[in-house]
C-alpha cells in the first residue's frame, strides 16, 4: 500500500538499525521515551526493541487515552449510566476500563445500562437526535487528537439546539503530561527516570504542531524527536534522538514532516479554543493530579457539559495495589515488573487499565509475545 509499505521495509529497518549500533558511543546508555500509545504498539508489534543495541533503552510513556484515565472518572461515567438513566456514547476501548467495585462500563451495560460504542461523535449526536425523549452523555476521553472532533459535535449540538446532549469532558493535554514527566523523580522507588530525549508523538502532533514541545529542549535540554507510527519512522527518529545526545544538542526535530509543521493544524486548534478552556487540575492514572492538564468546557458551552448538568462530583480512587499500571505510565517500571501480568491479567481479563487498549504498554508486550522477556 502506498505510503505504508515503504515505511515497513525489513531491509531498510535493518539498515537503520546499524546505523543506530554504529552510532552509539561506547560505554555511553541512552534511554529514550516514546510518550505516545501508539509507539509502544507500533515497537512491540514490530519487534523494534530487538534490532537495538543493548545499549539503547525504550522507556514507555503515558500517551494511552484509556490507560491514563483514572478509576474515579469511569466512576463517573457509570453512575450516569446506571444511576441516573441516561444513554452514555464512549469509544470501544473505554468499555473495558476497570472500574470501582469490579466494575467497567462493559460490566454496567450487562446490569442493565444503556451503553453504546460509537466510532465517531457524529455516532452521538445521531443518537441523540433519534431519541429526543433521552439524556444522551458523550464520554469523552483521549488527547490532542480525539479533541476537536468532541468540540465540533458541541458546537453542531449548539447550532440544532439538542437540548438532550452533553459531554463528560476528559480530554488531557500532551505537553502539560512531558512537564510532569521531567519533574517527576523516582529516587524513593529506587528506579529514576533518567531520560535523555522524547520520540513525541505523530496524532496529537498532527493538531498541535512541534511548537509545544520546544520548552522540552529549551527548559530541560532534552531532545525530542517527532515521528510517524511506522517502524521505519521509530527508527529514523532514534537515530536521530541518539545523533543530538552525542552532539550535546538539544533541539525538536520533526521526522514525521509528511504530517506534522510546526505550527500544527490551525483550524482543530481554534475549534478547540473556542469550545473548551483550561481546567486548574485533573487526576491523571499514574502521574496523579497534574495542574493545568486537561481541558473543560467554557461557560459559554456549560449547558453542554454533563458535570454540571448532572452536577457530578469527581471522588479519586486507589487503583487495584496488585497493578503497576501508575509506575509503567511515568516511566519507572515496565510490563514485565508486574508480578500479575499475563497471569491474573490479560487483554482479556484486564485488572489494570495499561492491559485494555492495544496502545497500553502491558497489552502491547502481552500481545505481540514480549512476555516471553519474562522466562
Ligand atoms: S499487567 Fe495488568 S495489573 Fe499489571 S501493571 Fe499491567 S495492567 Fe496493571
Not at 472518572?73 to 470501582?100: E, H, M
Not at 444522551?136 to 468532541?150: K, L, N, S, W, Y
Not at 483550561?278 to 496523579?288: A, K, T
Request: with cysteine; proline share 6%; net charge negative.
Amino acid at each position: 500500500m502506498k505510503y505504508i509499505d515503504e515505511f515497513r521495509d525489513g531491509a531498510l529497518a535493518q539498515t537503520l538499525a546499524a546505523k543506530i549500533a554504529r552510532a552509539v558511543e561506547p560505554g555511553r546508555g541512552y534511554s529514550f521515551m516514546e510518550f505516545c500509545g501508539g509507539h509502544t504498539h507500533a515497537i512491540s508489534r514490530y519487534g523494534l526493541a530487538d534490532l537495538l543495541p543493548p545499549a539503547l533503552r525504550l522507556i514507555h510513556g503515558p500517551g494511552c487515552p484509556v490507560c491514563v484515565l483514572p478509576i474515579g472518572r469511569v466512576d463517573l461515567a457509570i453512575d450516569l449510566a446506571l444511576s441516573r438513566g441516561v444513554i452514555l456514547c464512549t469509544y470501544g476501548d473505554t468499555l473495558r476500563v476497570p472500574a470501582s467495585d469490579g466494575l467497567s462500563l462493559m460490566k454496567a451495560r450487562s446490569r442493565g445500562a444503556d451503553i453504546r460504542m460509537v466510532y465517531s461523535t457524529l455516532d452521538a449526536l445521531e443518537i441523540a437526535r433519534d431519541q429526543p425523549q433521552r439524556e444522551v452523555v458523550f464520554f469523552a476521553i483521549g488527547f490532542e487528537t480525539t479533541t476537536p472532533p468532541t468540540a465540533l459535535a458541541i458546537q453542531q449540538a449548539e447550532r440544532e439546539q439538542l437540548a438532550n446532549f452533553s459531554v463528560l469532558c476528559c480530554h488531557v493535554l500532551t505537553p502539560a503530561a512531558m512537564r510532569t514527566i521531567l519533574d517527576t523523580t523516582e529516587a524513593s522507588e529506587g528506579g529514576a527516570v533518567a531520560l535523555d530525549g522524547f520520540i513525541g508523538p505523530a496524532h496529537v502532533s498532527a493538531v498541535i504542531g512541534t511548537r509545544p514541545y520546544e520548552f522540552v529542549a529549551a527548559e530541560y535540554a532534552k531532545p525530542v524527536v517527532i515521528a510517524g507510527f511506522e517502524p521505519l519512522d521509530v527508527m529514523q527518529a532514534i537515530l536521530m534522538l541518539v545523533q543530538q545526545v552525542n552532539a550535546g544538542r538539544a533541539e525538536v526535530e520533526n521526522e514525521f514532516a509528511r504530517a506534522v509543521s510546526r505550527e500544527g493544524n490551525l483550524k482543530a486548534q481554534q475549534r478547540m479554543a473556542e469550545v473548551f478552556e483550561l481546567r486548574s487540575e485533573f487526576e491523571w492514572r499514574g502521574l496523579g493530579v497534574v495542574p493545568y492538564s486537561a481541558l473543560k468546557l467554557r461557560e459559554s458551552y456549560a449547558a453542554f457539559d454533563a458535570e454540571r448538568r448532572f452536577k457530578l462530583a469527581y471522588r479519586a480512587v486507589p487503583d487495584n495495589p496488585a497493578c503497576e499500571c501508575a509506575a509503567i505510565l511515568r516511566g519507572a517500571k515496565r510490563p514485565q515488573d508486574c508480578r500479575i501480568f499475563g497471569t491474573a491479567c490479560t487483554p482479556e481479563f484486564p485488572v489494570g487499565s495499561c492491559m485494555v487498549s492495544s496502545e497500553g504498554a502491558c497489552a502491547a508486550h502481552y500481545s505481540y509475545g514480549r512476555h516471553r522477556d519474562l522466562h
